[in-house]
């Protein structure tokens, strides 16, 4: 299984951005999917979960800013980022839990990360 995060750039504070990460490998089914990020020095940290029916859950630090969103058909989550602020600064990473046919028990991969950087 692979996880490709695309999306990632340089943009000024205020601006938005669109992560994608999509799941390739034989998927049959994703569970929750998520996205992390950690900034230079720092622990990674949770940024925003999605459940497999759609329910959204956020840090507090990106509430009313950022959407996660999921397409099932094309195993890909994505997270919109609006009103971004030089704090939001990080590597992010995307997260899934899912089965595969070889596989077919939950497990929880990552994606190789994806730099966001907001100028001020």
């Known amino acids: 299984v692979q996880l490709q995060a695309s999306g990632g750039g340089l943009v000024q504070a205020g601006g938005s951005l669109r992560l994608a990460c999509a799941a390739s490998?034989?998927?049959?089914?994703?569970?929750?999917m998520g996205w992390y990020r950690q900034a230079p020095g720092a622990q990674r940290e949770w940024v925003a979960g999605?459940?497999?029916?759609?329910?959204?859950h956020y840090a507090d630090s990106v509430k009313g800013r950022f959407t996660i969103s999921r397409d099932n058909a094309k195993n890909t989550v994505y997270l919109q980022m609006n009103d971004l602020k030089p704090e939001d600064t990080a590597v992010y990473y995307c997260?899934?839990?899912?089965?595969?046919?070889?596989?077919?028990?939950?497990?929880?991969?990552w994606g190789q990360g994806t730099q966001v950087t907001v100028s001020s």
């Open positions: 490998g034989n998927v049959t089914s994703i569970n929750r």
């Open positions: 997260n899934m839990q899912l089965l595969t046919i070889l596989v077919p028990v939950p497990t929880t991969y």
């Open positions: 999605i459940t497999n029916p759609g329910t959204t």
